[in-house]
């Protein structure tokens, strides 16, 4: 039985998986406080993790019904992520690890999301190609093996999707995170009344959403207040159609690339429908989990511990986490 914890950014989650990879309980306790901010303040988020941890490490053991006797393995996101509230997480995992002499496993992150896939009762089989969208993360993974060493094929230049996906959103005036909103509001509008820049010129896999943000930006202040208030949801939904696009088209390009013929999609931005329409349109089949497999989530980071070399008791107790340069997916 594998506890893990995830406390990369601003959910403090914990999860009992199996090793066969069944979710026995997922608890992800969501910090409201950032909303205010426009985005997450990491102190605040490392502070918040202090005070939740604990409780939620507690509830993932009772949801399961086990005791941490039964644990066999320990996990916890290494990185990439905030630091500060890595730190909390990944202590306390090694604390709880050494306490009782068991093996511990450093997951990557981005492995963690790619994992979300290998999970029960849908348990997707490599090889699949993987889009992962995500307010922190854009990446396209060819997924060959289960192991943390996925090829990356694409990554985002700036923005991650979901980022552009906010910054939109605060654009027009709705709070944050703003993607959820941003699409309720598309549904009213006219996609084709603005035209907003997909990148579509820039070859390869690579994302890049700073100049979409910048243009909706600019589009904003040539209409001025009273025409941006009447046309809010044709902007909206012009550039939701935009970032879908882009998106669809680096897919589309991965899909001839690599001859897959099965899709996963992880990361908050796959909740998006139009996203969600956009790649049913390919012809591959399309995994997309959960909803709260999908967003940040601790039994994701127990499903890559599966798959990640595990660490014998003392030697995790040096390891350190990492912002992002570290990060064990090949380049
Ligand atoms: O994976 P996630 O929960 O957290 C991380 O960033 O790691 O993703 C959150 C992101 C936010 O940027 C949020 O605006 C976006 O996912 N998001 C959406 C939708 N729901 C959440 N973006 C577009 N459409 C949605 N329905
Ligand atoms: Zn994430």
Known sequence: MILAIETSCDDTCAAVVTRDGEIR????????????????????????HLTLLQPVIDQALDTAGVSLEQITLVAATRGPGLVAALLVGFSAAKALAAARRLPFAAVDHLHGHLAASFLKPTELEPPFLALIASGGHTLLADVRDHGPQPALLGQTLDDAAGEAFDKGARL?????????????????????????????????????????????????RELGEQQTELCRADLAASYQRAIVESLTLRVRRALRATSATRLAV????????????????????????????????????ASAARYTPALAFPDYLTLDVYASGERTLAA
């Open 25 to 48: 309980s997922n608890i992800i306790s969501s910090q409201g406080v950032h909303a205010r901010f426009g985005g997450v303040v990491p102190e605040i988020a490392s502070r918040q």
């Open 172 to 220: 027009l005036g709705l709070g944050y995170p703003g993607g959820a909103a941003l699409e309720r509001l598309a549904r009213e509008g006219d996609a084709e009344a603005f035209e907003f820049p997909t990148g579509a010129r820039m070859g390869g896999l690579d994302f890049s959403f700073a100049g979409l943000k910048t243009a909706l930006l600019y589009r904003v």
């Open 266 to 301: 992880g990361g908050g931005v796959a909740a998006n429908g139009a996203l969600r329409a956009a790649l049913e349109q390919l012809g591959v089949e399309l995994d997309i989990p959960a909803r709260e497999l999908c967003t940040d989530n601790a039994a994701m980071i």
